[in-house]
C-alpha cells in the first residue's frame, strides 16, 4: 500500500516538474552552455572555452559593476525594510478595523496597477533640473540654483527602486505580523516591557521570516534589474543586468551568458546565507 501511495504522489508530481524542467532547469541549462562558448564577430562557435569567464574576471570593469549592483541591493534594502516594517506595523496593530485594513493595504497596491516603466519614468519630469521639486524648492527660498543631483544620479537610481520594490517588502511582513498571537505582546506589556521592548523581543524576532521573505524578493529583483539603471542614472551608472544587456546588443551572447551564470550564482549564494539564519519554511 505505502509503495503505491509513493507511485501514484510521484505520478501526480510528474505535471508540476515537467513544468519546472521545461521552464526552468533547460533555460539555466542552456545559459550555463553558451556560456563556454566561443564567440567572434561575426559568429558563435559551439566549443568548449573559459575565455568567457577568464575575461569576465580579469575585468576591473566587472568588479566595478558588481559593487554597483551591491550597492543599490543593500541601500534599497535599506529602505524598503524601514518603510515595509513602518507600514506594515502600523496596519496589523493601530488600524484596529479588518476592514479598514483591507482598504488601506489595497491604498498601498494602487501605484503598481500601471506598469514599472511608467512609474519609473513618472520621477523624470518631477526631479529634473527644471522639474516639480526644484521648482518648489527655489519658489520656497530653499536653493537659489537647480540641483543637479536629484536626476540621472545614483539618487534618483535608488528612489526608484524604493518606489518599485517597497511593496514586495510590505506585504510578506503584513502577513507575518497579523499571525502574531496578540496575547504575547499583552503579556509583555503585563510584565512590565516598554514598547521598544516589546519591538526589539517580542515582534521582530516574530516577523524575521516575513522580513527574509520581503529581502529575498527585493534583493534578486534589485539585483537583476537595469531597465532602471539604465534611466534613472542617465546611462551614467551600470549594474550587472546592464552588462548583460549590452552584451546582448552586441549580440555577445557567450559573454552575455557567463555574466548571467555568475550574477546566479551570486545571487543563490546570498540567498543561501540569508537562510542559514531564519527558517522560512514557516510562511510557506
Known sequence: MLKNNTFIGWLMA???????VFFLVLPIAMIVM?????????????????????FLFGSNVTYRVFFN?????????VFTLSIGFTVAYFLAFHVRSQTWQIVLFLLCTIPFWTSNI???????PFLGRNGIANSTLISWGVIDQPLDWLLFSD??????????????????????????????????RDAGASGAQILWNVIIPLTKPGIMIGTIFVVTLVMGDFITVRFMSG???????????????????????ATAVVLLLTVLLVIGVMLRFVDIRKEL
Open 14 to 20: 510528474l505535471p508540476i516538474m515537467a513544468v519546472l
Open 118 to 124: 511608467i512609474r519609473m519614468i513618472s520621477w523624470i
Open 34 to 54: 553558451v556560456s563556454f562558448w566561443k564567440a567572434t564577430e561575426f559568429s558563435i562557435i559551439p566549443a568548449f572555452d573559459l575565455g568567457n569567464y577568464e
Open 155 to 188: 539618487f534618483a537610481v535608488i528612489l526608484a527602486f524604493v518606489h518599485l520594490y517597497t511593496l514586495f517588502m510590505v506585504v510578506p511582513i503584513f502577513n507575518t505580523m497579523m499571525r502574531i498571537d496578540t496575547s504575547l505582546i499583552e503579556a509583555a
Open 235 to 257: 546611462s551614467q551608472s551600470a549594474n550587472v543586468g546592464r552588462l548583460i544587456s549590452n552584451d546582448i546588443a552586441l549580440l555577445a551572447y557567450p559573454s552575455a551568458a
Open 69 to 77: 549592483t551591491f550597492k543599490y541591493a543593500f541601500l534599497t534594502w
